[in-house]
């Protein structure tokens, strides 16, 4: 049987090491492009946009559809790479803890 007070103090820690995490994520910034670098994205791994670049040849007032499909595009691409950074880092996190991969998404085996 497990030690009850073994298994709060794991969840204390874990609590402590996941709101630490969620607060370093914040300041993790990823870069996402399209068009082959013609738009680029910084961005929070929460989800914060920072500094946006276009490269002035795509501003053109009668196409600005092209340029808002790239600027979407660059967005996504820099909010998969912010998922994916969280989600290492996460793993990272419970890993450190001793939890099975998993365990924060129903993954326990009780």
Do not use: H, Y
């Not at 989800?47 to 979407?72: F, R």
């Not at 967005?75 to 880092?89: F, G, I, L, T």
């Amino acid at each position: 049987m497990l030690n009850m007070a073994s298994m709060m103090k794991k969840a204390q820690d874990m609590k402590q090491k996941m709101e630490a995490l969620q607060k370093e994520l914040g300041k993790e910034e990823v870069t996402g492009t399209s068009g082959a670098g013609l738009v680029t994205i910084v961005m929070t791994c929460k989800g914060a946009v920072k500094p946006l670049t276009v490269d002035p040849t795509l501003i053109n007032k009668d196409d600005s559809e092209v340029m808002e499909d790239l600027i979407v595009a660059a967005m996504n691409d820099a909010r998969q790479k912010a998922d994916a950074k969280m989600s290492e880092e996460t793993q990272k996190a419970m890993s450190d803890l001793g939890l099975p991969p998993g365990a924060l998404d129903g993954g326990l085996p009780f």
